[in-house]
């Protein structure tokens, strides 16, 4: 894959970043490692988060009010910062959820004649 | 929910080791997945810095790191404790005084008046220059003139002062001095009641019901704000009047009175000469502006109308007064006399403030080059140039602030001054507090001081060789640094010279005003005002009443005289009429006009109890009574122009003012002494014509005049028995030696001096001290070449003139610099004091040997030490 187009999806998908990382986080509190391998495995590789980005992104949503960090211990029993979606969390991500087919569907319709560039 | 720094590492490290399980899991070798883990982490301090700044803002960092700058310079501040001290005491007096000075002002110049729409209020004065009449007032046939062709303002106001004996509010009937005004006054000087209602238009009129409306000052002070007041009846001089309200807490412009009553009240008001008599001016007159109109509209307006006046009453203007209308904002015209004396005042407090930075600026300099050493470590281990600037503004800025501190404590009996003396100018003065400006200005001074002092010192860069010689702790100083210290220096000594100067200069001008020869012996002469009610002025029972009372006092033990007359001196300025005046015989040259005297009414006996000397003729006598030849005195001046230097005993005068020929038809007068010429109306007296009449022959006199041996005082109480127990509702008021009455008129003049004087002194003492703290740091860094100089045998004495010099060199050139500046600063204040006295070079001359001698003293401290430096030691300090 050459490097300019990743670059190119990824800075698209940086304003995305926090409905992703809600996303995620509404199968179970997890640690910032973990979202980013999550986002990382679910799009089959393709989305690589960067931690410089990533972690900004999950103290903002905490400053926020919609996650709540909690520290626990991973399986390998490794000291982590758990985050977890909290109720204003949800109805966000409901939010970001709706604009996002809006916004899938208004670009859809302008790039009509060439569907799907990938 | 704010993570701590630790917290913020926590997590970080939490994820590397995630990663570094995680690659192992895949298969990695351990070595590796930590290379990599490490790789894809990127530099861990601006991660860290990205997480940090979701929570701390810059400005939180900056504030946090300021407290610890603060701390420091705190502790670093505790160690040079007599530094410290100097630098806040400096910096307290420059900002106390600008503080309390600029609260005085805001207070008086800036701030509105209370008056509803007050930028509409204007005042209307008429004036006649040619005749030396600032304020002429109008006369009601006047006043309707204008206020009928006026068409920009919406409605007029008067106001005119009238003398009450008010009865019913006390025991004693007293003296009230009171305003008279129409129905409009109170709307359109849009001023409220705190009680009660004001006088209204249902109160003009003739069949209008007698209504007083009190002043806040009155009813506060001398009725202890009685709520019950109104509705109370009151007898004033023979109407009666009920008190319908309270007037809010204004201005008393253009005249303090207790209180305002409407026309009705005053019987004088409802005659005719006020009515119909053009040249009977006693009003004030305000107006309001109509809405949009503009104070440029409304002059040409007014004016045109007042041209039109003159012109269709031609016969009652003489062309040589030059009557004219002049048309101000009511504030303006309230603040205007107070303008450039409290500018004045705002530029000294401005100047002690330059000198005060500039003196902290000098020890913060000297102190920067002693802490050479201390910078430059800091800076080798690696502190930033804005780092250690933030140092120095940190310690600068706690020396201010603490400064601000003190010099706003200081303000608070400042302003009590400044505002005692500002309300001799301007009413507004009056019961000025301290208010919470003074603490903006005062942090504002402080901020700017403080920003200013931290650029004073230069720093020393990582790389310059200063650095190098740090460990070894002498002090070295580079030409740089003596320059700006010597700059500063000679700097204060300039402002100090010019303050020194101005203040040299109040004080001989107070000083020759106190010592002129008024013609009069002050301090045996005691005078009481005797007001008399208007019935009692015109009955000739009065007469015989003061004679009773005259012959009475005159048995007092101690008094050697005593006498009556129209006016006491001074307190009664410009209440003496000027009229014109010629003499049988005498006829004025081409293009002159018959001269102004002044018309004054006095009793036998009374230039004797003056002191004032009779040059020839006689005294008037008890035998110049009402029905026999009507006699005058002249004086010198009166004499001279008449007739030279011929007898003028017993030729005659004619009145030709317009003025008296409306008393009665022009009496040649018979001329029976000349009297020394006396001025008791101006603090410098001026050479003034007087024309005395006996009271016996015109019925008015008020002022009691008795001259004592021995305490003047002693008399007070036993004449006031007299005159009570003739007239028990005879008011007897104000009683005082001439001394007493000059010397309060010439109280803002000592005032002034005394104000002026304190700053001069605070930049002489802190000039003074910077010169000082200059020359002891120079010769404690020169302290090894003192030590060389002594030790190949220089003399000792040769040092000490060197270190003196230096001292004496300083001074000069500040104040040849202080002079230059002050003669520009005199040039221009010139233009705007129209009656700018300069005395002579003397002051400034005497300021420049102040501040020499002050120098060269404080010199010899250092310069001793220079001379008796301890050879070994001063060879040993490097």
């Known amino acids: 894959m050459p490097k300019q187009t990743e670059k190119e999806r990824l800075d698209l998908l940086q304003g995305t970043l926090d409905m992703l990382i809600l996303r995620t986080l509404q199968w179970g509190p997890q640690h910032g490692h973990g979202i980013g391998q999550a986002i990382r495995t679910q799009s089959d590789d393709l989305l690589k988060i960067e931690t410089g980005s990533l972690y900004p992104a999950l103290h903002r949503l905490v400053k926020r009010g919609w996650l709540k960090p909690e520290w626990g211990v991973s399986e390998a029993n490794q000291k982590a910062k758990y985050y977890q979606l909290t109720a204003a969390g949800k109805a966000q991500l409901v939010r970001e959820q709706n604009r996002w087919a809006q916004m899938v569907h208004a670009i859809g319709r302008i790039m009509n004649p060439v569907e799907n560039k990938e | ?878």
């Not at chain 2, 400005?59 to 701390?71: H, I, N, Q, S």
């Not at chain 2, 029905?627 to 010198?636: A, D, F, M």
Request: charged fraction near 20%; glycine fraction near 8%.
């Open chain 2, 1 to 878: 929910m704010r993570p701590d720094e630790r917290e913020l590492d926590d997590e970080i490290r939490g994820h590397l080791a995630l990663s570094v399980q995680d690659r192992i899991e895949r298969g990695q070798d351990p070595a590796a997945a930590r290379r990599d883990a490490l790789a894809e982490l990127g530099y861990v301090g601006d991660l860290r810095e990205s997480i940090r700044r979701v929570w701390y803002s810059r400005a939180f960092d900056a504030v946090t790191a300021l407290g610890r700058d603060l701390r420091f310079a705190l502790r670093s501040l505790s160690r040079s404790r007599g530094f410290s001290l100097t630098v806040v005491l400096t910096l307290a007096l420059g900002i106390g005084a600008n503080a309390a000075i600029f609260s005085v002002v805001r207070a008086v110049l800036l701030r509105p008046l209370v008056n509803r729409d007050e930028d509409r209020l204007i005042y209307i004065r008429q004036s006649a220059p040619g005749i030396g009449q600032a304020d002429m007032t109008f006369s009601v046939p006047e006043v309707q003139d204008l206020t009928s062709q006026a068409s920009t303002i919406a409605a007029f106001g008067d106001f005119s002062t009238v003398d009450f004996a008010l009865t019913g509010l006390h025991e004693e009937p007293r003296i009230v001095h009171a305003g008279v005004v129409s129905g409009s006054f109170f709307d359109v000087m849009g001023l409220r009641p705190v009680l009660g209602r004001l006088i209204t238009a249902q109160d003009d009129g003739p069949n209008a019901a007698g209504v007083a409306v009190l002043t806040y000052r009155f009813w506060t002070t001398t009725l202890n704000s009685d709520p019950h007041v109104v509705g109370k009846a009151i007898r004033l001089g023979q109407r009666t009047a009920t008190i319908v309200g309270v007037l809010e807490p204004s201005i008393p412009y253009p005249a303090d009175t207790e209180l305002i009553a409407n026309i009705v009240t005053s019987p004088h008001h409802m005659g005719a000469l006020m009515r119909t008599n053009r040249s009977h001016r006693m009003t004030e007159l305000f107006g309001r502006l109509k809405p949009g109109v503009t104070l440029e509209q409304a002059r040409a307006d007014l004016t045109a109308a007042h041209a039109a006046m003159l012109k269709a009453h031609a016969e009652s203007y003489s062309a040589r007064a030059h009557v004219q209308l002049s048309v101000t904002r009511l504030r303006d015209q309230i603040v205007s006399p107070a303008r450039t004396v409290l500018l004045v005042l705002l530029a000294a407090a401005a100047v002690v403030f330059l000198i005060a930075v500039s003196n902290v600026a000098n020890l913060i300099l000297a102190r920067s080059v002693r802490r050479e050493g201390e910078l430059a470590i800091r800076a080798a281990l690696g502190a930033g140039t804005a780092a250690l600037r933030r140092t120095l503004l940190a310690e600068s800025l706690v020396l201010c602030c603490l400064g601000a501190l003190f010099g706003v404590l200081l303000a608070q009996p400042f302003v009590t001054l400044v505002a005692r003396y500002a309300a001799r100018f301007s009413v507004r003065a009056v019961g000025i507090t301290v208010d919470s400006s003074v603490v903006w200005v005062g942090a504002a001074l402080a901020l700017a001081a403080a920003l200013l002092l931290a650029f004073v010192p230069r720093l020393p860069s990582a790389k310059s060789p200063a650095g190098l010689g740090v460990p070894t702790g002498s002090i070295s100083m580079t030409p740089a640094t003596r320059r700006r210290l010597r700059v500063f220096a000679t700097s204060q000594i300039a402002f100090s010279f010019v303050l020194l100067a101005g203040a040299g200069m109040l004080v001989t001008t107070l000083v020759r005003m106190q010592e002129t020869r008024t013609g009069y012996d002050l301090r045996r002469v005691v005078v009481f005002d005797v007001p008399l009610s208007a019935p009692a002025a015109t009955d000739p029972k009065t007469l015989e009443f003061f004679k009773e009372a005259m012959r009475r006092v005159a048995q007092l033990p101690g008094v050697r005289g005593v006498s009556i007359a129209m006016t006491a001196p001074w307190r009664d300025a410009g209440a003496i009429p000027l009229m014109q005046v010629t003499a049988e015989g005498y006829s004025p040259e081409n293009g002159e006009e018959n001269p102004h005297a002044k018309f004054r009414i006095v009793a036998p006996g009374l230039f004797d109890v003056l002191g004032v000397p009779l040059i020839a003729g006689r005294d008037f006598s008890d035998r110049d009574v009402d029905g026999s030849e009507p006699v005058v005195i002249i004086s010198e001046s009166v004499a001279r122009r008449f007739f030279g230097t011929g007898e003028a005993v017993n030729r005659r005068i004619v009145w030709t003012d317009p003025l008296a020929r409306m008393m009665g038809p022009a009496r040649p007068q018979r001329i029976v002494g000349v009297v020394a010429d006396v001025d008791d109306e101006n603090v410098v007296p001026s050479q003034t014509m007087a024309v005395y009449r006996p009271v016996a022959q015109m019925g008015i006199a008020e002022r009691l005049f008795v001259r004592v041996d021995g305490d003047p005082h002693s008399v007070i109480a036993p004449v006031t028995r007299i005159i009570r127990d003739l007239s028990p509702e005879q008011p007897v008021e104000r009683a005082a030696t001439l001394e007493e009455i000059r010397s309060q008129l010439l109280a803002p003049e000592r005032v002034n001096a005394f104000v002026i004087s304190g700053f001069a002194g605070i930049a002489l003492l802190i000039a003074v001290v910077g010169v000082a703290g200059v020359l002891a740091f120079s010769v404690s860094a020169r302290t090894r070449e003192f030590g060389v100089r002594l030790a190949i045998g220089s003399d000792p004495r040769d040092l000490l003139r060197r270190v003196l010099s230096e001292g004496a060199r300083i001074a000069i050139v500040g104040i040849l610099a202080g002079a230059a500046g002050g003669y520009l600063i005199g040039r221009v204040a010139a233009r705007f004091f129209v009656d700018a006295q300069v005395p002579g070079a003397l002051p400034a001359v005497a300021a420049a040997a102040v501040l020499v001698a002050a120098a060269l003293t404080v010199s010899l401290v250092p310069a001793a030490r220079a001379s008796h430096v301890d050879v070994l030691q001063a060879l040993r300090t490097e």
